[in-house]
């Protein structure tokens, strides 16, 4: 099988579709091509945040999830940190690509804001 990895920002909301469903985001009332994305937010250059990373389930455990981290990693080199909130079974995947669980920090979050 032959991957392409491409560093894109002009999605179509058809791209995005079909790979937020197959991972059951109910944001993807959003192409077959598409089988995974990672999306980060950096402040210019100190920080960057990594919001998500999205596998197709038929093409995880094939390496891809790894080489979006480490094309990633590559962008926010010179950067201080690169920043992510994990679940708990996302833990070792994350720790196998270089990153390290907080001893002196914990995520906060606010969900219903505007409930």
């Known amino acids: 099988m032959n991957i392409e990895y491409k560093d894109i ?11 937020f469903l197959s991972v059951e985001w109910s944001s993807g009332h959003y192409p077959e091509k598409l089988v995974g994305l990672i999306c980060a937010m950096d402040d210019g250059i ?5 919001h998500y990373l999205l ?16 094309m990633m990693k590559e962008a926010y080199k010179d950067y201080l940190r690169v920043v992510l909130v994990a679940y708990n079974e996302e833990l070792g ?8 669980k ?3 920090s914990s995520p906060m979050f606010i969900t219903e804001l505007w409930t």
């Not at 100190?46 to 990594?50: H, L």
């Not at 093409?59 to 891809?64: D, R, T």
């Not at 995947?93 to 390290?100: H, P, V």
Request: glycine share 6%; charged share 35%; net charge negative.
């Open 55 to 70: 596998i197709r389930p038929e093409y995880q455990h094939m390496g891809i999830g790894k080489k979006l981290v480490e």
């Open 102 to 104: 907080a001893k002196d």
């Open 93 to 100: 995947f994350y720790e196998s690509c270089g990153f390290e």
């Open 46 to 50: 100190m920080t960057a945040y990594v």
């Open 9 to 19: 920002h002009d999605f179509k909301k058809e791209d995005l579709q079909d790979l």
